[in-house]
């Protein structure tokens, strides 16, 4: 075995790391180890400064003429702007919109529909309950199959499916225990069938480089509350492929590229989606591209929140944060495997870098109490049931000496066997 | 004809009003004259500090375990609280949730499946987009008919319907005319032929007082940016009544009155309306009460304003707010008559106060460039297609002053014709 990585070993990385200037853009308490980005990502300086700007100056003194005279009814596609180069699409692909929940509701059943014959979907077996009661639902109420498979499952599954196979909808990483799929194969594992695919990118957006369009991937839906910093309940986002929009890329360049001739609809159709929603048409006239797919009135508060966060993302180089994201999850296992043998942890996340998301996964039989037994330590990482304990890396903000930290708390708990405090047992909420 | 008001009798009136403290609670530039509340409801001052509060402590320093710790999760159901009063509902009826909207989709999809049998959808024809487009979209999806009638017809349009009726679906209050319609009284012509209603009460609730257990409603949504304050986007609510929860309201007073076989479901299940969400399981369980309703996170810091806007409305009589809200729009009619005779307006708002919300609603073919010539007098009215002038009255904090300044302000514009300039007619949006 190596020499043991110790503390001013982490502390050098931290010197050397790249990326180190992008933390002092974040309120970051000076005690607390923060590894829960990956839940709620740590608010950027910014953010309290715009959404003060818009409650006070905005709402109090433009009042309603703020929708124009601050652009509020631009924020959805503004916020689409500023997302599309974090997971490889195009600006006219991208708004900003309503919950990754019923989001994915959208998706999943406007994927559906564009193919009515086909009649299977295919998700994962332990994918996070919005995907999986979303996709039961709308199985139930088109009359499709749904089926489930494991993760390392899911090829065989998309294929068995074969001509019938409508959609597939996975989480590009999975929230427990950050497996992150093959985006690359799976799409096209998915279209070898025929079928369409929907991607999850609640763990993905902001924590790597996503290639949406290099991946020919037809949906995707993401939140904006986790690797994107925007903030607790954060609005999510939409995307759909260009070729589902009826949008052609330029007429005089491709002259035999038509507009598909079944452009997506928006199956919970309002007002904000309408082609000219000023008119008040009361027959519905779906706008041109991805605009179709908003439906209510912007959460104006919560999207200036987002788009402040997302202007910190400007000139962020998205591989030095996967660089550094699979340098801080390495870190964590390698001192994990030094530091935590014979307590019985296990790693739930996979060795492998090219499998794994922004985030290592132990399971313990007993991690809820270890998880709080940590939080008093003011070490946040959370816990998932019934057995995960969770550690999200974050690599804006993350330090090699939060990994250190973390592991040493966590070490310092099982040698003392403070963890077996009856205090940290009380069940609270876990978010 | 009696004496021409005058602006010292408004004044006068200003004097007498028991609800002018109130104003004090709003942030209102002074030089405004501000009839908009209807799109956009005034900053109260608490929200700016309760929005500061969360961003910087419970965010920033808080991080993720504000969930617990600053009870973010709780916020729908704390918002439901404070909004029950306002609605003439129970706490254990109502939560805030997504935008109006979507909660439009979610209600009418849950009470057309709980009736499958029966397939009319009955509307308004003139009804606001967004009810407009889901009704239609819902009718589409589920293999139902709509009947779209007139205001003054929707009676004989439910009549109609017989046992085919399934749902009606209406606003209570017309967005553009103000039109109000009887709740009780179509509440109960839906019932008599079997059918569930589901109210829309964007422009009810905080306007007036409304009374859905007292009409036996069914099934309502409503808009928390308008009225109540909430700011803009504020998240909307959801009421279901208990009798469709599967709720017994007290079963050893009630030992007859069971639970209903047939309790509403959520047609977009999300985590955050599962019965243990914190179990992350894999089947739908959906919670107890309203709270099934939800679907994913709730938007934590459109929450929190709009929690702080409803806190300003405990010690607020309703009744006085109708009363006044009465006389605002009374005299905002007796003005028009007595100074904009011979300009070509017409009233679109009903002359019975009974049948008037809160908004007094002028016709012009003109009426873009006048709202915009009043914008630039600091009169602050909206403009809804293709005619309309809109002026809404929220007697929280709108004065008799500014009902003679707004109908002042008309007269001088159309007086010195400046809303002929050509700066006035370029369209922009008005929302």
């Known amino acids: 075995m190596a020499v043991p990585f110790t503390a001013s070993d982490a502390a050098r990385l931290d010197e050397l790391d790249p990326l180190r200037p992008f933390r002092d853009r974040f309120v970051l308490p000076e005690a607390v180890t923060y590894l829960d980005g990956n839940s709620l990502g740590a608010l950027p300086k910014r953010v309290a400064d715009a959404v003060g700007e818009a409650v006070t100056r905005q709402w109090g003194e433009g009042l309603v003429g703020s929708w124009n005279t601050a652009d509020w009814i631009g924020l959805p596609q503004r916020i689409g702007v500023l997302l ?32 009515p014959t086909r009649d299977i979907i295919v998700c994962e077996r332990t994918n996070f309950p919005s995907d999986a009661y979303a996709v039961q639902a709308i199985a139930r109420a088109t009359g499709a199959s749904v089926i489930e498979a494991d993760a390392h499952d899911i090829s065989e599954a998309i294929a068995s499916a074969g001509s019938r196979l409508a959609v597939v909808e996975l989480t590009h990483v999975h929230y427990k225990t950050g497996y992150m799929y093959d985006m690359a194969a799976v799409t096209e ?36 509350y986790k690797y994107l910093n925007g903030g607790p309940g954060a609005p999510a986002f939409v995307y759909v492929a260009r070729r589902h929009l ?3 890329d330029n007429p005089l360049q491709n002259p035999g590229q038509n507009p598909v001739q079944n452009p997506v609809q928006n199956p919970l159709p309002g007002w904000m989606g309408h082609a000219q929603p000023f008119d008040f048409a009361h027959e519905y006239q779906p706008a041109a ?16 929140a987002l788009e402040a966060a997302l202007l910190d993302w400007a000139d962020v180089d998205l591989a030095q944060v996967r660089k550094k994201s699979v340098a801080l999850t390495e870190l964590f296992i390698r001192l994990v ?3 935590l043998e014979g307590y019985g942890f296990d790693l739930a996340s996979p060795r492998v870098a090219a499998q794994r998301g922004s985030q290592v996964s132990l399971t313990h039989p007993e991690g809820y109490a270890m998880v709080q037994a940590l939080i008093d330590r003011n070490v946040i990482g959370d816990f ?9 890396v974050t690599p804006l903000y993350t330090r090699y000496v939060d ?15 403070t963890w077996k405090q009856p205090r940290f047992r009380t069940p609270k909420h876990v978010t």
Chains 1, 2 share one sequence.
């Open 189 to 224: 594992a998915t279209h070898r069938q025929g079928g369409l695919i929907v991607w999850d990118l609640a763990h993905s957006a902001g924590a790597f480089p996503v290639d949406l369009s290099g991946c020919q991937a037809d949906f995707a839906v993401g939140c904006g």
């Open 384 to 392: 998932r049931a019934p057995d995960i304990l969770r550690f999200g």
């Open 337 to 339: 495997d030094e530091q």
């Open 84 to 115: 599309a180069p974090l997971i490889g699409a195009t600006a006219a692909e991208v708004v900003a919109c309503d919950s990754t929940t019923i989001n994915i509701h959208k998706l999943v059943t406007a994927a559906r529909k564009l193919q």
């Open 289 to 304: 591209g991805v605009d179709r797919m908003l439906t209510g009135t912007p959460s104006v508060l919560s999207m200036v």
């Open 246 to 248: 009826g949008l052609v």
């Open 403 to 417: 990994i250190w930290n973390a592991v040493d708390a966590l070490r310092a708990i099982m040698h003392d066997e």
